[in-house]
């Protein structure tokens, strides 16, 4: 069972910075590709980034240019660098493999964005 832990959410305005840390419990680089979710309240929870073993990316369209996803499988830990953040940005997030599998979703980390 892989334990994943996210880190590095808070209050931020408009315009600024965030890195997210997502630490995996056993290791990333067997898992595959990594993924960063969101959920806004009342939302589904979306992949907004993800990042295969090898290190290829792609993002959502939202957060494309703004948003960069990173991994360092020596430390088992994937990571979002969150720029130029908008207040539609305010959400939990979450790391998970892609596909994501059920039984390891951690608490997420809460990113709230004002104007």
């Known amino acids: 069972q892989v334990q994943l832990v996210e880190t590095g959410g808070g209050l931020v305005q408009a315009g600024g910075s965030l890195r997210l840390s997502c630490v995996a419990s056993g290791s990333i680089f067997s898992i595959g590709t990594m993924g960063w979710y969101r959920q806004a309240p009342g939302n589904q929870r979306d992949l907004v980034a993800r990042i295969t073993k090898v290190g290829n990316t792609a993002y959502a369209d939202s957060v494309k240019g703004r948003f960069t996803i990173s991994r360092d499988n020596t430390k088992n830990t994937v990571y979002l660098q969150m720029n130029s953040l908008k207040p539609e940005d305010t959400a939990v997030y979450y790391c998970?493999?892609?596909?994501?599998?059920?039984?390891?979703w951690g608490q997420g980390t809460k990113v709230t964005v004002s104007s």
């Open positions: 998970n493999s892609d596909p994501s599998h059920p039984t390891w």
